[in-house]
Structures are given as structure tokens and as C-alpha cells.
């Protein structure tokens, strides 16, 4: 086996010691290729040619130069060891030869120079030893340059390197934009101090020192850090730990910023939350219709339990209310994409059936690939049997469940065109009780309810299942008889049914025994349209009142009395423009101080003929015809202009009360009548109220608390009037924003003699000061009425006996002078006085 020479370069200019060096390899190094350069420019021409030692012996200090001038050249990249021989054993010199790169420094002796070969041989494995470890410095220190230059580059993960005790030894661009601080603000400063809340300094710094000592990375997990604005940051934080030889140990930590994935459970989590704690019910399927999710609202709808559900085909659920062809139907619709809405009539786990709204949609993936269908549902139940009760209640009495004027009318123009086809007539039956306003007033309205339902049956057993019974309000019932052959059916029925209602009513352990007034037309002889026929058979109805008990057909002369109705309405027309109409003001007093602190306004006619028209016989036509409308505008301008007159006289003016008609009230925009009027005139909305019968906000009580509602905004004052001769007003009273109540006068009248009527009363003033409002009672004249009144804690009172309705300036004395009750009438009353 050939073994490589090894090319040893002497460089000495003594030819002597070169000898001596050369002899001892030729003894001891057989391997050995000398070559022998007497000078440093020798040594250079040697290497020039291609020379390429093993190993270089050169003498310190030669004749054109020293040797530390041949390891400057080598610049501290050598490609072979250079030994130092000397003759002088100098160690400041050995110390610099060595530094400047020299592999080792011996002096020059005999027994030197024998040992040479084993000095060489000792060198050359020392050079190797640390030639290998050059390269793997040199390909660690490329690998560290490498990783270093990934880490500052890599967008997504923060890395930072710091040192045992925590200071910054690297920092990249992603560290930057995470946590607010520059690669120069954050280097040399302490990790824990720049990002770690004080709170967890301490484990952290455990950890660390942990870590250095065992040279294992705690396990990753959250962390929440700070950035330089101050707000917090969640991460997740990895470490590793590494170790150079001859090195302190270099930390780094590898921080994921978990916001957008917190932010993305916190959606997901609240997501959830919502669909598990929505009031309606979730359903998701899969693509097939096999159910993979119900919510518990589900549930409760349905009656299924989540583990009995769950992997089963929504058909399951199929509406009872569609046909095999609309669910394939709605399935086609769904299998294209579209949402599906409507109703469905679906079935319970028990059976039951039961209503819900139904929104189906589908989920698609990123590739647009239907993958779910989620399914919204309500039990909306209630809101259809809410909705059919409305839808009934728009055709029907509420009071009596007859057909009301909606109804009929469109049955009555139905049974005029079939009358009109078939030769057959048809009667139009206007009935009207006798005096029940007197058994109402008198037995109360719960009684005069029960009474009116009692006709209402009566009337219903009365007629055939082809005709109808209708109650237009009150105590005013309409049967429409069709397909009649002669008049005289007629005639017969009405006798049968003034008859039925003539034998005696038992209520609530009372027996009433009631008349009524019956009006006929007939169609197509009195006319072939709802209106005409109805009007006629009014005439025909207030003809046979005047004998009560009886009925009455329709005729002709009976439009005498229309025709007096219609000169008097003309009349009215013009009374505006004329100035006919005025007012009068009867006074409001306080039953605490007895002085005034208010009045109604009165509408008077006076006209040229006739003289003084009594209200109740020009106010109702006014209401009938519609002059009430341009009447009660007249009259509300005619109040705020004569207040604002009394004002300017330096009069300390109380509010004014204004009746509103049930026309006025339901035609037009009265909030904004007032605000225009009050406006135009400047007079604060205060000195202004308005007063409104219970019946004409019966008739429509969800738009009629919406008109109050803005009239009050307004600042205006609202009075309810004539309360408790409804009906119905206490099912609705919390709703309306009125500041009184006012009694009644048919109440006040028999109150201190009848204990019915007093408690009547004294229930009025309490219910009304337990809504927060005042009781005004009307029609007071006598002073035992006036001290019960008293005593009941009614608020306010207005009647005979403190003024009469008065002239706007007979008032205005009373104002001036400061009319008040009389002092004894003030004083407590004894019980036995009232009674």
C-alpha cells in the first residue's frame, strides 16, 4: 500500500540547521518530500510555482524579512499549518507568532532538530483537528445565517432570541408588526419587562431558567402579551433552546398571534349560542334531508328529542297542510339553490298539528356545492288563531258574534243581484230595542250586555239558516230575509219575531220583559241598493216607534220626515257662514277648593225662524250629514280665539274643554288640525282639552290611541266623556292617554237615592284614580249630590248648581269676581245627610 507523501517546505536561511532538519526527516519521516527555501522571496517563488506544503518550518527572522511578515500575508485564512523555529526561546514572541496564526513556535536545538518528524507528525494531526473544525464552525455559522435570515423574513410567526436572563438578542419584522416594536427598540432591553405583564414575570422567569438549565422547552400554549400601545395581545408561544460549544445557551420563542382565531371562536361560540338559545327553531340537514342538527326550541315545538331526531329524513316532519305534488314541488325548489318561504301545517311527535312560519336555505361550500340546508321555523299558532279571530271579528259583532255592517252590506248587495237574476224579493228588517237605554242605565251595562245577547239568539232561532241577523251597534239589529215570494213572508216574520222577543228575558236572577220597533223594505219595490234599502226601512223603523211593539213597512209619505230633516240640515249649512252658531261656558269647579279651574264649551244655534234649536236636534243631523267636521272646526278656533281675547284683558284663564264629535274624530287628521290652529293663534297648548265619548274610540281603539297619543304630545289635555254608558271602554282604558274621567249625569242624578247608581259612581272615581287621573262629575245640581261627591273624592264637578252654561263674557265675570262655592258647602257632610 502506497502511502502520500508529505510535502514538508523548510524555510531557513542557516544551511546548517536546514541540514540538520532535513537528515532527521530522511531518519524518521520516510514519507517525507523536503523542499528548502533560504528566504521569504524563495518561499514565495516555491508557493508562485505551485507548491502546496503539507506543512511549512520557518525560521523567525530570515535575511529579507520576518516570518510574522509571511503569516500576514495568509490574512488568517491559511492553507497549510506554519511552524516557528527560533534560536531564542522568546515568549513574547511565541505569544504573537501564535496569534498571528502560526500552528506552534519551537526553539531551535540539536534535540529539536532530531525530533522534528514527531513534531511534525503531532502538528499535522493538531492542523487537521482544526481544520474539521473550521468547516463545522464555518457550516454552522452558514446554517445560523440561514435560519436567522428565514426567521426575519417569515411573515406569520414572531420569533425572538434572548438570552438566559432574558435579554433581546434577536428580533424579526413580523415581531415588529406584531407587538409595536422596532428590531432597535426592542434589542437590549428584557423580554419579560418590554411584552410580559408584570403578574406572570415571575413563572416566566422560572420557566426560562428551567429551560436553561435542562436544556428542554416547556410545552407551547397561550399567552396574552402587551404591545407598546398598551393593548393585549393573545399568542401562541413555542420555545426552543439552543447551544453552541464555548457559547452561553440562546433562547428563542416562536409567538402565533391568535387574535383573528379568537375573534373567529368568540363569532363561532356566539353563533352558537344564538342558534341554541334562539325563540325559534333550527333544523340543519344534509343534502339529502337527513337531519343532522335540531336546536332545543325544536324540541319544544316539535315534541322530538334530539337523540330521536338526529339521522332521521325531514320528511318525518311533513306538513299536514301539503300535497304529496307540493313537497316534490318545494324539493325541486330546493334542489335548484333557491330559498323556500311560507306557512306550513305541520305535525307534533304526539300527533298534534300546529302552525309555523318556514324559511329553508342552503349552505354552500367555497365551490359553490350545496352542502347543508338550514331550516328557521316559528310556531306561529297563536298568530293564526289571533289572525282568524280578527279576520272574524272584521265580519262579526265581538259583543253578540252576529254579522256586523261589513258583513251585511256585502251579503245585501249578493242577495239584491240574485233577487234581481230570480224574481224573488228580498226585506231589509231594521229593529230597534225599546228603551233599553233606560234598562241599561238602570240594571248597568254588564246586565244590558247579557240582554243584548239574549236578543241576539232570539233573533237567530227566529230566522232561516239562508238569512241573516246583523247588529249594526246598540241596540239596532238588521235581518236581511232572502228569496222571499211575496211580501206578506214578511209580514208573518216580523210578527214571530216582535213576539219572541216580548216573552219575558231571565238574567242574573231578573226578569225583562222587551219591546222593539221593527222598519221593513223591501227589493227591488224600496229600492235596489244596501244604502237606499237600509235608510228606508230606518223611516219605516222610527214610523213604528211612535207605537212601539209594532213593525212597520216602508212608505213613501214617510219621507215627510226626511224631507223636515233635510230643510233643517240646509239651514244648518249656512249657519256658519252666517254666524248663527255660538257658545256658551259652564264652569268646572274643584270639590277641594270650590273655585273654578276650568270649562266646557257648548255649541248654540240660533236660528231666524225657528228661534233657539235645542243641540240634540241640530247636533246629531250635523254628525250624520258631516257639517259636523267644518262645525268643530269652527268651534275649536272660535275657543282658542276667545281664551286668547280673555288673556289680553289680563283674565288668569282655566283650560277649556272642546267636545270632539266621532266624525270629527275619525275623518281627517285632527293632531294636526290642532297643532295648526294652536299655532296660528300662539296660545299654549295647556288652556286646551278635548273631551270624546267611549263610543266613538270603540270603534277603531288601535287608531284611535294612536290619534290620541299625538294629540297629547301636543300638550293638549284629553277627557273622557259620558263614561260608563259603553260598553267596552275598561277592556281599553290603560291604553288611552286621557287626564279625565267624566261621570255620566244619568249617574249623578239617581246617585244619592239609589245604591246601585251610587256605587256605580263611587266605582267610576275609583277606577279613575287608580289609572292616575281625575274624576269629573256632570249634571250636579242639587247639594246632597254635591256632598257626595265629596265625600267619594271626586276631583271636579259642573252642573245647575254652581252656573248654567253662559255667554263668553257672563263667564268672564265670573272669573273676575273669583265665583267659588260657598264656604259650608265645603265642609265635611254628615253620612246620614247623603244617604
Known amino acids: 500500500m502506497n502511502?502520500?507523501?508529505?510535502?514538508?517546505?523548510?524555510?531557513?536561511?542557516?544551511?546548517?540547521?536546514?541540514?540538520a532538519i532535513a537528515r532527521?526527516?530522511?531518519?524518521?519521516?520516510?514519507?517525507?518530500?523536503?523542499?528548502?527555501?533560504?528566504?521569504?522571496?524563495?518561499y514565495r517563488l516555491a508557493i508562485t510555482r505551485g507548491l502546496r506544503p503539507d506543512i511549512v518550518l520557518m525560521d523567525l527572522n530570515l535575511p529579507d524579512g520576518s516570518a510574522m511578515d509571511a503569516l500576514a500575508a495568509h490574512d488568517g485564512d491559511q492553507a497549510w499549518p506554519i511552524v516557528i523555529m527560533t534560536a531564542y526561546g522568546d515568549e513574547k514572541l511565541a505569544v504573537a507568532a501564535m496569534k498571528a496564526g502560526a500552528l506552534d513556535y519551537i526553539v531551535k536545538s540539536s534535540e529539536t532538530f532530531a525530533g522534528m518528524p514527531q513534531v511534525v507528525e503531532r502538528a499535522l494531526r493538531e492542523w487537521t483537528l482544526l481544520q474539521q473544525q473550521k468547516i463545522m464552525e464555518k457550516s454552522l455559522r452558514e446554517s445560523e445565517q440561514r435560519f436567522r435570515t428565514l426567521f426575519q423574513d417569515i411573515q406569520t410567526v414572531a420569533v425572538q432570541g434572548y438570552t438566559e436572563e432574558g435579554t433581546i438578542r434577536f428580533w424579526n419584522l413580523a415581531s415588529e408588526k406584531l407587538y409595536g416594536y422596532s428590531a432597535a427598540e426592542a434589542l437590549g432591553r428584557n423580554l419579560l419587562e418590554l411584552l410580559v405583564p408584570p403578574e406572570q414575570h415571575e413563572a416566566l422567569r422560572a420557566a426560562i431558567r428551567e429551560m436553561a438549565a435542562t436544556g428542554q422547552a416547556p410545552p407551547g400554549g397561550e399567552l396574552t402579551l402587551v404591545r407598546k400601545n398598551g393593548s393585549t395581545v393573545?399568542?401562541?408561544?413555542?420555545?426552543?433552546i439552543l447551544r453552541k460549544p464555548g457559547a452561553p445557551a440562546e433562547l428563542f420563542c416562536f409567538d402565533i398571534d391568535l387574535t383573528e382565531r379568537k375573534r373567529a371562536e368568540a363569532e363561532l361560540q356566539k353563533l352558537s349560542l344564538a342558534v341554541e338559545q334562539s325563540p325559534a327553531a333550527v333544523m340543519i340537514t344534509d343534502p339529502c334531508g337527513v337531519i343532522e342538527y335540531v336546536n332545543p326550541r325544536f324540541t319544544r315545538i316539535t315534541g322530538y328529542a334530539l337523540e330521536e331526531i338526529l339521522g332521521r329524513d325531514a320528511d318525518l316532519l311533513t306538513s299536514v297542510s301539503l300535497s304529496p305534488e307540493q313537497i316534490r314541488e318545494l324539493r325541486k325548489i330546493l334542489a335548484t339553490g333557491q330559498e323556500w318561504q311560507g306557512e306550513l301545517h305541520s305535525r307534533r311527535k304526539d300527533g298534534g298539528s300546529f302552525w309555523e312560519s318556514v324559511s329553508i336555505s342552503p349552505v354552500r361550500d367555497p365551490m359553490g356545492t350545496i352542502t347543508h340546508y338550514v331550516a328557521v321555523r316559528e310556531d306561529i299558532t297563536e298568530r293564526k288563531r289571533h289572525e282568524a279571530e280578527l279576520e272574524y271579528l272584521s265580519t262579526?259583532?265581538?259583543?253578540?258574534?252576529?254579522?256586523?255592517?261589513?258583513?251585511?252590506?256585502?251579503?245585501?248587495?249578493?242577495?239584491?243581484?240574485?233577487?234581481?237574476?230570480?224574481?224573488?224579493?228580498?226585506?231589509?228588517?231594521?229593529?230597534?230595542?225599546?228603551?233599553?237605554?233606560?234598562?241599561?242605565?238602570?240594571?248597568?251595562?254588564?246586565?244590558?250586555?247579557?240582554?243584548?245577547?239574549?236578543?241576539?239568539?232570539?233573533?237567530?232561532?227566529?230566522?232561516?239558516?239562508?238569512?241573516?241577523?246583523?247588529?249594526?251597534?246598540?241596540?239596532?239589529f238588521v235581518l236581511l230575509l232572502t228569496e222571499l215570494t211575496a211580501a206578506e213572508n214578511a209580514r208573518l216574520l216580523a210578527g214571530k219575531i216582535l213576539g219572541?222577543?216580548?216573552?219575558?228575558?231571565?238574567?242574573?236572577?231578573?226578569?225583562?220583559?222587551?219591546?222593539?220597533?221593527?222598519?221593513?223594505?223591501?227589493?227591488?219595490?224600496?229600492?235596489?241598493?244596501v244604502a237606499t234599502l237600509i235608510s228606508n226601512a230606518d223611516i219605516a223603523m222610527y214610523q213604528a216607534k211612535k207605537n212601539r211593539g209594532t213593525f212597520a213597512f216602508y212608505a213613501a209619505e214617510m219621507n215627510q220626515r226626511v224631507c223636515e230633516t233635510l230643510e233643517l240640515e240646509s239651514a244648518l249649512r249656512l249657519a256658519l257662514e252666517r254666524q248663527e252658531l255660538f257658545l256658551h261656558y259652564q264652569p268646572k269647579v274643584d270639590l277641594a277648593s270650590g273655585?273654578?279651574?276650568?270649562?266646557?264649551?257648548?255649541?248654540?244655534?240660533?236660528?231666524?225662524?225657528?228661534?233657539?234649536?235645542?243641540?240634540?236636534?241640530?247636533?246629531?243631523?250635523?254628525?250624520?250629514?258631516?257639517?259636523?267636521?267644518?262645525?268643530g272646526r269652527w268651534v275649536l278656533q272660535e275657543v282658542i280665539r276667545q281664551v286668547k281675547a280673555w288673556q289680553g284683558s289680563g283674565l288668569k284663564t282655566p283650560a277649556v274643554a272642546v267636545n270632539i264629535s266621532a266624525r270629527q274624530f275619525r275623518t281627517g287628521d285632527l293632531p294636526h288640525l290642532i297643532r295648526k290652529i294652536l299655532a296660528d293663534s300662539g296660545l299654549e297648548p295647556g288652556f286646551l282639552e278635548l273631551e270624546l265619548t267611549e263610543s266613538m274610540i270603540m270603534d277603531d281603539p288601535a287608531k284611535a290611541e294612536m290619534t290620541l297619543r299625538a294629540v297629547k304630545d301636543l300638550g293638549v289635555s284629553l277627557s273622557l266623556d259620558d263614561f260608563g254608558m259603553g260598553y267596552s271602554s275598561l277592556n281599553y282604558l290603560r291604553r288611552f292617554p286621557f287626564d279625565n274621567l267624566k261621570i255620566d249625569r244619568s249617574f249623578i242624578r239617581d246617585a244619592t237615592s239609589n245604591a246601585s247608581e251610587a256605587a256605580v259612581v263611587t266605582s267610576i272615581i275609583s277606577i279613575a284614580h287608580n289609572l292616575g287621573i281625575a274624576a269629573i262629575a256632570e249634571g250636579v245640581e242639587t247639594q246632597r249630590q254635591l256632598a257626595f261627591l265629596r265625600q267619594n273624592g271626586c276631583d271636579t264637578f259642573q252642573g245647575y248648581l254652581f252656573s248654567k252654561p253662559l255667554p263668553a263674557e257672563q263667564f268672564a265675570d265670573l272669573l273676575r269676581e273669583d265665583r267659588r262655592l260657598p264656604d259650608a258647602w265645603l265642609q265635611p257632610a254628615c253620612s246620614q245627610e247623603i244617604c
Open 3 to 19: 502511502v502520500p507523501q508529505k510535502q514538508i517546505l523548510i524555510v531557513e536561511d542557516e544551511a546548517a540547521h536546514a541540514e
Open 595 to 631: 273655585r273654578i279651574v276650568g270649562c266646557e264649551a257648548l255649541l248654540r244655534w240660533q236660528h231666524p225662524e225657528r228661534g233657539l234649536v235645542a243641540p240634540a236636534e241640530f247636533i246629531p243631523l250635523a254628525e250624520e250629514t258631516g257639517l259636523i267636521v267644518p262645525i
Open 396 to 476: 262579526h259583532d265581538e259583543l253578540t258574534g252576529l254579522a256586523n255592517r261589513a258583513l251585511l252590506q256585502d251579503r245585501l248587495e249578493q242577495a239584491v243581484r240574485h233577487a234581481y237574476r230570480s224574481g224573488h224579493l228580498v226585506a231589509v228588517m231594521l229593529l230597534d230595542l225599546d228603551r233599553f237605554k233606560f234598562i241599561n242605565d238602570s240594571l248597568g251595562h254588564a246586565f244590558g250586555d247579557e240582554l243584548l245577547r239574549s236578543v241576539a239568539q232570539r233573533l237567530q232561532r227566529s230566522v232561516r239558516e239562508v238569512d241573516t241577523v246583523a247588529r249594526l251597534g246598540g241596540d239596532e
Open 234 to 240: 393573545t399568542v401562541y408561544s413555542n420555545h426552543t
Open 24 to 42: 532527521a526527516f530522511r531518519k524518521g519521516l520516510s514519507n517525507a518530500a523536503l523542499t528548502i527555501s533560504g528566504s521569504l522571496q524563495e
Open 500 to 529: 219572541s222577543l216580548e216573552s219575558p228575558h231571565r238574567l242574573q236572577g231578573r226578569e225583562v220583559t222587551l219591546t222593539a220597533s221593527l222598519g221593513i223594505s223591501i227589493a227591488p219595490y224600496d229600492g235596489c241598493d
